[in-house]
């Protein structure tokens, strides 16, 4: 619809500059994932380095949850970090409560596997998303979020992405919006 919309704009010659599409929020210090992984619940399989993420409640694979490392720059070192998630508006689709639970890793992706013993390494909660759309989501005020205020890790940094409740379906591209890191 928007681009036949911009089609018939430009054959009109009311505006022939391409769309620009939003991007990650602009924020200093921003660290976007270094790695995205789709993770299956039931089998443990991991699709490693994907484009994109996506959690899924239920889904015809079963459950999924997207696996997410960060390569730490050595500025943050010492540093107070924040988690933030943003969903671009032409590239994320979102569906359910439009919740979603961030939990740190005690080990990231590893890379593909079929199955990943002892499990997805799910460590603690770092709080609750609240996606109000496709901009920056808030954390939800009843939940407890140390995921916006925590001392930045060294080396790679790993996180879960789950979603809340029994039919929530979120899906964003890699690219352009999902979890990031800021410090200070």
Known sequence: MKAAIFTVACLMGLACAAPTEKRWPSKANLITPSTLSQYYVSSGKIDYKRADGKVAKPSSAGDMTTLITFSMPTESNGKTCSLGFYLDYSTSSLSGSKLLDVYTSNAPA?????SWGPGNQRNLPYGRFELTGYRDATWKADVAHPGSSFPCPKGEAGFEVVGVYDND????SGAVSGLYLTWA
């Open 110 to 114: 590893p890379g593909a596997r079929a």
């Open 169 to 172: 379906s979120v899906e964003w």
